[in-house]
């Protein structure tokens, strides 16, 4: 019977596989598994899951998938791997440093890190009560999945060893930290593939040198400290992808509209006084909560949107106009509250609402968008962030923003805002009202609306002048 070793090399490739990607160039792949694993059906159905979910419509070329994405964490960890091998390799137990046995554990945790993402992922766990992380674990250790069956190729127990790497379980926290933690394969793709298909150079970051100054050390991971400037730009990177494009009010509104699509449609679904002539089919284990892991793999985004084209032409008023809003880009518009406006501000627009026939629990939502740009290790926290440490010369580490007033400046401090949606038809009817005939209602949301947009402007002129 072979090693684990044995089976490891065994299955290399006689020969180097490439796949040509816009972002790195190309995906360099010697593995057989790694192959397999790509061609499998749980694997290839992430070619029809979006990446950026509802961001295509406010960045009309970020139309690439998790499919692109998953590749491209497996091709940075790879290169990180690579250079670990070659410069910080495990000479003798407990020495710290990389253990060249964890080389393929981490390439698969790593491609299949979202393999259980679905639909408009987070808006459809909201509604149906999915979670793509244990999802993910399912896919992975399921014997019925033929990822799961490929994996197995190197032991009984190999599913289950990747999976533990994703679920941040697995004993070998470097193995963990590569692709989960502040400055991760995961992320460092994400930021650049996005921007990428977005159009925006603010995810960008020195890629290059953050992999050369990257390095293992007291079974941790670590970055040179001549490398802390590589790191500062990709703190600022990850801030400003959130503040532009991942919080883009635009997307927010139409994730809003999305959520109260799916909302009404499993409302009008569960009702027996509604007649719906578009059969339920492939949802209808989701309404009950009784699907099963084959039920989730039927579903990706082109399926779900079949649903909306279909549900545009519902008796149902509320259903139709929503999926038709949905499907033709029609957003909400939005008003940014502090603490002190938002519960009177919302009595205010759902009371509006409802007077012009909008019923206020489709048709107004209230969203928080906020990122912890970085933070350090708290030990009196449930949620422990792994926080960045530089090494110097002399092997002693130091936690970045103790060093950086940079990220100093960005650590601890959620970056973000609370608004209010609501449908833009709403704001021309009330400028159609003479300002003598205003209620109250409506003079507090003209205002409110009125002043945030003022505000900006002031501030760009106080910037400018």
Known sequence: MLSFEEKVKAQELPREKVFRDPVHDYVHI???????????????????????GTSSFTFHGAEHTRFNHSLG????????ISQFQRNYQSISANDGLWDQNERLVALCAALLHDVGH???SHTFEGIFNTN?????????????????????RLGDDFPDRVASVIDKTYPNKQVVELISSQIDADRMDYLLRDAF????????FDLTRILRVIRPFNNKIVFDFSGMHAVEDYIVSRYQMYMQVYFHPVSRGMEQILKHLLARAKWCYMQDDVHMKTPIG?????????????????????????????????????????????????????????????????????????NFNYDPEYYFSENSSYD???????????SKNTQIDLITKTNQTVELSKVSALVNSLTGKSRGDHRLYFPKELLTELNRIPANQLNENQKMILVAYVNERNDVTHQIQQRLF
């Open 372 to 382: 912890l740009p970085y933070d350090h290790y708290h030990p009196d926290r449930l």
């Open 118 to 120: 679905g639909p408009f």
């Open 282 to 354: 492939l949802l209808e284990p989701f309404l009950f909560e009784k699907w099963t892991l084959e039920d989730y793999l039927r579903l990706d985004d082109s399926v779900v949107n079949s649903y909306f084209v279909h549900w545009s032409q519902e008796e149902d008023r509320v259903l139709a106009d929503l999926a038709y809003r949905f499907l033709n880009r029609k957003p909400h518009k939005s008003i940014i509250v502090n603490e002190k406006e938002v519960t009177q501000l919302s009595i205010a627009l759902s009371e509006e609402l409802y």
């Open 132 to 152: 793509h992380e244990r999802i993910t674990g399912q896919i992975i250790t399921s014997p019925e999945t033929e990822i799961n069956l490929v994996l197995r």
């Open 73 to 80: 964490v497996y091709e940075i960890t790879r290169r990180i």
């Open 197 to 204: 298909y977005a159009g925006v150079s603010y995810g960008t």
């Open 30 to 52: 010697r593995d057989r598994i790694i192959i397999d694993l790509i061609d499998t059906r749980e694997f290839q159905r992430l070619r029809r899951i979006k990446q950026l």
